[in-house]
């Protein structure tokens, strides 16, 4: 039986990677950015041509939440037309609804007023007041495919135990405390993460079952002070050296308010009866991650 032809973008990624990895059963077509960019119509046009993909699968954007805060309401920008013109030029180019669209937590606000963790019905907002200016583009993006008859898989924090282009929400304060400069910890934001493995095998389900709709992979909710604080301890440092602090204390210094969402994560119990799948909590999934070879160095 021939294999399922996928299109993967920004599949050089944390996440698109592992998945490429993991996935075997399936044809893949990897065009990697510059050569291939979702932003170029034209580009995007001709790969989609070429190949005649049965699905595609958007990993491809503009993901440092930081430097995208800069851009704020800049819609001739890099995030604005990496995330919004680079999607909107996939559904342009490909009639068929199973495209799969990889979205985030931070389309919802994470505030008081609307608080997470969130279900996948929930309603998202159409007003960017009260999120980064990442997270409005992706909550765009998220409207073009669903207007398409697209999926999203909402993701947050995705964590692997190997990836040296970039630091994840786990390697990264680990390596700060292995050179002793981690920094204090928020010890009442709630937070999730999603095991990349997971989010791997939750793509692979959608396609082997033609499924559709909105689907959330994520552990259940901590904060970032108890999950660095188990992964250390975990792993043999002594966690009583790291230092808590309160998100609501460090945001009485930030102007930028809406870039540490105090009441994030994902709800995940439709996609589980829908997919037929489990979710690790984040306390296994940190224990499989120190199997596969985790380590403070
Ligand atoms: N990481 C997180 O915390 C997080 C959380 C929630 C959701 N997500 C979502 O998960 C998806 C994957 O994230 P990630 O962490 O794997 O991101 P990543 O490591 O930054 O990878 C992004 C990929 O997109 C490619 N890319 C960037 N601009 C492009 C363009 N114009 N045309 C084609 N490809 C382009 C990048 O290529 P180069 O490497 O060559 O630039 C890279 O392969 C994204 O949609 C992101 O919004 C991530």
Known sequence: MSKIKILVTGASGLVGSRFVELAKNYQFCTPEFPKFDITDEKSVKNIISEFNPEWIINFAAFTDVNAAESQMGDENGSV?????????????????KKIIQISTDMVFPGNEA????????????????????YGWTKNRAEKIILNHGGSILRIIYPVRAHYDTKLDYLRGPLKKFSEGTIYPLFN??????????????????????????????SSDTTTPYELISYA??????????????SVYEFLKTQTNKNRYPVWGGLKTVKTEEKLDLHYYTWQTIVEILIAQGLSLN
């Open 80 to 96: 604005w037309k990496i995330n919004v013109e680079g999607t909107n030029n996939l559904v342009k180019a490909f009639p068929s």
């Open 232 to 245: 250390v301890d975990k792993l043999g440092g002594d966690a009583s050296t790291i230092k808590q602090i």
């Open 188 to 217: 009442d934001q709630q937070v999730c993460i999603a095991f990349i493995d997971q989010i791997a095998e939750t793509i692979q389900r959608i396609i082997d079952t033609d499924n559709s709709g909105i689907f959330h992979c």
């Open 114 to 133: 609307t608080p997470g963790p969130y279900a996948e019905n929930d309603k998202t907002p159409d007003v960017k007041d009260y999120l980064t200016w």
